[in-house]
Nanobody
Framework: VQLQASGGGLVQAGDSLRLSCTASAHRFSILRMGWFRQAPGKEREFVATIPPITWSGTIDYADSVNGRFIISRDDATNTVYLQMNNLKPEDTAVYYC??????????????????WGQGTQVTVSS
């Protein structure tokens, strides 16, 4: 599975951005997709995850973005999105999309995901 993320940029606090991640996978629909981010000098942290549509699994968000970010997927185009609203300077980071398979309670942990995109930079100025 190859993942290609895009949509990052430089915005002001309060603005919105939508990140996209397109996967080259024959069975995208069975993948759990996630977004992580990594700021300079910090560890990679969980942002959001969305299960396969056919699962009754959970869409989940980090507390820091819950209510501001929305993750969604379009299986027809093998794409996962991250709509980021009311951006804050602390959201500045490189954002990575990731793909994982199988049921797990560890989908917030980066080790669950076996495939990663190259990252896209998001910079929020105050």
């Amino acid at each position: 599975v190859q993942l290609q993320a895009s949509g990052g940029g430089l915005v002001q606090a309060g603005d919105s951005l939508r990140l996209s991640c397109t996967a080259s996978a024959h069975r995208f629909s069975i993948l759990r997709m996630g977004w992580f981010r990594q700021a300079p000098g910090k560890e990679r942290e969980f942002v959001a995850t969305i299960p396969p549509i056919t699962w009754s699994g959970t869409i989940d968000y980090a507390d820091s973005v819950n209510g501001r970010f929305i993750i969604s997927r379009d299986d027809a185009t093998n794409t996962v999105y991250l709509q980021m609203n009311n951006l804050k300077p602390e959201d500045t980071a490189v954002y990575y999309c990731a793909a994982g398979m199988g049921a797990s309670t560890s989908y917030r942990h980066y080790r669950y995901y076996g495939h990663w995109g190259q990252g896209t930079q998001v910079t929020v100025s105050s």
